[in-house]
């Protein structure tokens, strides 16, 4: 549905985006996660016909974005990273305003402005003017502009940015709803946000592609180990425990890659347990634990969350820059 490929912006001497290709498929929502300045804006605006790329092609539902803009255009709905909302209008006028100059005909404008209202739940504001809006309804407002004419493509630029916890929760649930009905191509800098919404990742930093793969897949390639964590109380009942004959005993379970211990100022002994990968050892050591008579206080599992991966996956890049 939206196929990009060896897309590539330079501003000067900077290489805003680089070699980007990626093909989204039909009803699939991409979120392209990447920190300050990776290069997502500038994607979006070249993905929207915004901004012309120094190289590489866009091309959405068959229609080259060059060779036929206007049918490319057309089947694309954009929220862009600072929307210019007109404050003097309301809701409903704007949102109609926004359908003439998408080309709904005018005699479906009403309707189409209606369910776009419906599904963004702006209802209730219909007859407010924008200036008054609160943020979060606002960008529910940006997010009816982007769908009123009903097309097949919606590009997000960081739909929750700068919303309060509640406002983004609400806004990620609107985007969840509209699956389906469109194929959703969208930027955040916000991990959980990609492996909420996305399907697939696409993960940038300084305009090159890192990784591109569902949300449990990019955690399930990196994680080249699991851990166990324990927290064990250093003055146990009977007699006291030292850091050595904790990372002893637990070294000796099976399956075991590598331990540390180590006593906190509370007198609780921190430990982990490193194991390869699908080695789950919590039962194990909590069995062992407790068998030798010692006070456990706490046991986690330890796998590789998005951010770990995101850090894991630029770091190479950071340090190279630093
Ligand atoms: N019009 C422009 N002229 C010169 N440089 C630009 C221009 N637009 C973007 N850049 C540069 O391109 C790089 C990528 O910017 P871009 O806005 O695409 O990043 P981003 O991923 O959207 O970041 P953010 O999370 O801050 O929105 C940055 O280094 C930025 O300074
Ligand atoms: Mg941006």
Redesign the pocket.
Known sequence: MIRLSHLT?K??A?T??DDLCVDVREGEVVGLL????????????MITGF?PPSKGRVSIAGFDLYDHPIQAKRKIGYLP?QLPLYPDMTVCKYLAYVAALKDVPAARTKAAVALAMERTRTGEVADTRISTLSKGFRQRVGLAQAIVHEPPVLVL??PT?SLDPQQRYEVRELITALKGRHTVIL?T?ILPEASDVADRVVI?N??KVMAVDTPANLAGRLRACESVRLEIGARAAASAVSPDAVRESLAALPGVLDVHAAIGAAGIITARIDSAAGVDLRAEAAALVTGRGWRLLGLSGDSLSLEEIFLALTRDEREGGA
Do not use: L, Q
């Open positions: 912006k501003f000067g900077c805003a985006v990447g920190p300050n300045g990776a290069g997502k804006t500038t994607t979006m605006r901004m990273e630029d960081e940015s930027s800098h940038i300084r305009g």
